[in-house]
């Protein structure tokens, strides 16, 4: 654990994120198969932990992450309100034009700051792991359409071992609101089994967004 504290002095500051009325899901630092990584276990619970960034639409360039899941979650579908669940999701919050708003997705953001001090983001797009969806798939949330999902994995083909994705964010953006994002303000790991009251394991390993030119901004738990 030593060397995981020391990796993370340099980084930007990770902060466990609570929803209101959710039991919380445990995210601990590790080193685990040779890289440093978040452990998330979730028992019917349901949070982030998530990071302030602040990097512009012209600078999102590529971005990698890597994870690794235990097992699917029975009965579970990110687009279907009941039952809400995902063993694995990296989220993006990107801040935007918010006179755009309809009238309930200003009321809803009205009510997240009542509720949370916060106001939620312009839009939040997500990469999560699906058990039927096919990759490729865009998810509108069941909630609020400025919440999207992109399905990166589907099914249990490849459970139990690390994969590494390479996304074009701007690109998955534009595709899942139709529109350019604006700056990229949070990320976010989340892993939840609230909807299901089941449980799940994750492993999340480094994150990285590289710019178009050879400078890189690295998030590595």
């Known amino acids: 654990m030593g060397d995981v504290a020391g990796h993370l002095q340099a980084l930007p ?3 466990r994120y609570r929803l209101p009325g959710k039991q919380e899901t445990k995210y601990e630092f590790v080193q685990a198969d040779d890289r440093v990584a978040v452990a998330a276990s979730s028992d019917a619970s349901a949070s982030m ?6 990097i512009a639409p012209e ?4 971005f990698q992450f890597s994870w690794k899941v235990a097992s ?14 995902a063993p694995v999701r990296i989220v993006l919050a990107f801040d935007g034009d918010r006179g755009r708003f309809t009238v309930k997705e200003s009321a809803m953001s009205e009510l997240a700051r009542a ?5 939620m983001p312009y839009a939040t797009l997500m990469y999560v792991w699906c058990n039927q969806r096919p990759p490729g798939t865009v998810i509108v949330h069941p909630r609020s359409s400025r919440v999207r999902a992109i ?7 490849r459970l139990g071992q690390w994969t590494t994705y390479n996304r074009d964010v701007q690109r998955d953006f534009e595709r ?5 994002p604006g700056k990229l303000t949070g990320v976010a790991l989340m892993t939840d089994s609230d909807n299901t009251r089941s449980q799940a394991a994750a492993w999340y390993g480094p994150l990285r967004f590289e710019k178009a030119s050879p400078q ?4 590595a738990p």
């Open 72 to 85: 699917l979650i029975d009965g579970a579908d990110v687009g279907v309100r009941e039952s809400d669940d």
């Open 151 to 157: 399905v990166v994995e589907s099914g249990p083909g």
């Open 216 to 219: 890189k901004i690295s998030l």
């Open 59 to 62: 600078a999102l360039g590529r």
């Open 176 to 180: 899942a609101f139709g529109e350019s």
């Open 115 to 119: 509720i949370t001090g916060e106001e």
């Open 13 to 15: 500051a990770w902060e």
């Open 49 to 54: 932990l998530r990071a302030q960034v602040a």
